[in-house]
């Protein structure tokens, strides 16, 4: 459950604000990019990764690196056993679906399922 009362926490590093659809307000969060895997049923979070804004990064001595940045390289850590003979398809959501991610996932030999969206 959220709590949108009056911030009585301490400052966390790497937040920011985000929207939420749900209840169409602002909130303050981390925000991380993640790979799924799913075979036969079960689901594995795989490759986590916290995105930082420029400011949280230059205050942590850290690269900044764009969200498809993230989810290319995510896709490109992907290491699959040699014995593994499934396909492998790679659905990437509409705000990922660039050039990189794109082919990141070509390069992995993987299907991709996606949507383009014109602003």
Request: hydrophobic residues 40%.
């Amino acid at each position: 459950m959220l709590a949108f009362g009056p911030s009585r926490g301490k400052h966390v590093e790497a937040t920011l604000k985000t929207f939420d659809p749900a209840t169409k307000r602002f909130i303050t969060g981390h925000q991380f990019v993640t790979g799924t895997l799913y075979c036969r049923g079960l689901t594995i979070p795989f490759g986590i990764r916290l995105h930082l804004n420029k400011i949280s990064a230059q205050v942590l001595k850290q690269p900044h690196k764009k969200l498809t940045s993230l989810a290319s390289e995510i896709i490109q850590a992907l290491d699959l056993p040699r014995f593994w003979k499934g396909k492998v398809y790679c659905l990437i959501v509409t705000a990922y679906f660039n050039k990189s991610t794109l082919q990141a996932a070509k390069s992995k030999g993987s299907f991709v399922i996606g949507a383009l969206k014109k602003n």
